[in-house]
């Protein structure tokens, strides 16, 4: 029996390079200082079919059943509407801005198509009570840096920026109520998906023209732009940022600044994407708090494939990877009769911090050597006929000691290796 399409089987090599993604997301996370939280993977259905939650796009997309005690649940598709929750029944707990991180699994019943999973790891940042362009402009760095951690340039992606406070304003003056605002950032979040012929038809039933649609794409740049760009530029990330106000985002509640960080060649689905959405606390709060909030998320699968992709993303993932699976120690069981004395050093070695391994059954020397090239390790230790002292090898250099087995732990981490 296979497991079920959308959803990975991670063998060790694989969790390995997973692990060395989410470390790097929260390094970035530190260097921001943001603290991380968690929420659970099941909620009530409720938190997303609410009005004002995600919208009918995502609600489509759940796993949801009815549990043991007839409740109507949902495996979480996404973790804001968990996050707005938390942050508004605790809200006076915390200093403002609250800036806190989440990594975790989330659930979409997604078409298959590459990038798309339908279980999938997302980094979460937000920053919640601070309703100033410059929080705005904080969200889209740390976007930035969290690829930028990965030997990603500027030469590679691309963050592109747009507001829902500019086509609020385009669709007021073109007579759209606030009520078909929704329906029609549905329509144009598809203007790369769908023809043109449809794209029209369902513009023109809300009153609208695939034209004039277009000119507002291609207009002047909107003022509520201007600030977050200015913050970006004088960071030196200029190069990093595009105006494309063809972004609108999938999910209903954004509410200013949306974008999303694309690969420059658009080979790939978007790798993170998040906005401005000032009304989801109060929102989920029946109005108790009013919690401006800006935030993003960053999902591991589409930046897994774009690594691979890139060779000199791959090269430092690469010595990534090498650097994880070195180990400190692999114990040579020279003589058979000190096998009990081995493994008494190993337990020391252990107990005293040092990853260590060694062969469970008897060997060849020369095997054992070659185990621990393959465990990467950085030193050999050889436990024969020299007891109670043992032969110590430096394995890059192949430089020999002699060591009182009494004394191995505090020698080899006096060592420079
Ligand atoms: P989202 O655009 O739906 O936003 O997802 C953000 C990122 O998660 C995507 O750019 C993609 O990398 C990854 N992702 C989404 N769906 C899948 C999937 N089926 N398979 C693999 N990766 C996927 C949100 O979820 C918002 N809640 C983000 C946010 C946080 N906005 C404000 N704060």
Request: some cysteine; proline content about 4%.
């Amino acid at each position: 029996m296979k497991a079920l399409a959308g959803f990975r089987e991670l063998y060790p090599e694989e969790t390995l390079r997973r692990s060395v993604i989410l470390s790097t997301w929260r390094q970035v996370a530190k260097r921001y200082g943001f603290e991380e939280y968690d929420g659970p993977t099941l909620e009530p259905l409720e938190l997303y079919s609410r009005k004002n939650a995600g919208g009918e796009e995502i609600l489509g997309q759940l796993y949801r059943f009815e549990d043991g005690g007839g409740r109507q649940v949902a495996l979480r598709p996404e973790m804001t509407p968990t996050l707005a929750r938390m942050a508004a029944s605790r809200e006076k707990h915390y200093r403002k801005p609250m800036k806190w991180f989440a990594i975790g699994n989330f659930f979409r019943f997604e078409r298959q198509q590459r990038g798309r999973l339908r279980e999938f790891i997302q980094l979460n940042c937000d920053l919640l009570g601070d309703a100033d362009p410059g929080a705005d402009a904080e969200l889209v760095a740390f976007a930035i840096d969290a690829m930028r951690a990965f030997g990603l340039s500027a030469e590679d992606f691309v963050v592109r920026l747009s507001h829902r406070g500019a086509w609020a304003s385009f669709l007021k003056g073109k007579g759209i109520s606030d009520d078909q605002v929704p329906g029609v950032l549905q329509i144009a979040d598809k203007l790369e998906r769908d023809a043109p012929e449809v794209l029209e038809e369902k513009l023109q039933s809300m009153g609208l023209s695939l034209r004039e649609v277009k000119e507002f794409i291609q207009g002047p740049t909107p003022l509520e732009l201007h600030p977050i760009m200015t913050n970006l530029t004088s960071r030196g990330l200029g190069d990093f940022i595009e105006v494309d106000l063809s972004i609108v985002r999938g999910l209903a509640y954004y509410t200013g600044l949306v974008f999303e960080v694309f690969d420059r060649s658009k080979t790939l689905r978007a790798l993170a994407g998040g906005g401005r959405y000032d009304g989801l606390v109060s929102g989920l709060s029946e109005g108790a708090v009013d919690l401006p909030a800006v935030g993003f998320g960053m999902g591991d699968v589409v930046l897994g494939n774009f690594i691979a992709e890139v060779p000199h993303a791959e090269a430092l993932m690469q010595d990534r990877l090498a650097e994880a699976r070195t180990s400190d120690v692999y114990v040579i069981v020279a003589d058979e009769a000190r096998r009990l004395e081995a493994l008494q050093a190993i337990q020391m070695l252990r107990d005293s911090g040092l990853s260590t391994d060694f062969s469970f059954t008897p060997s060849k020397v020369g095997k054992q050597f070659q185990a621990a090239e393959q465990a990467r390790a950085k030193f050999a230790v050889v436990v024969g006929s020299e007891w109670p002292n043992v032969k110590v090898k430096v394995m890059a250099t192949r430089a020999e000691s002699e060591v009182p087995h009494g004394e191995l732990a505090e020698w080899l981490k006096s060592q420079q290796v």
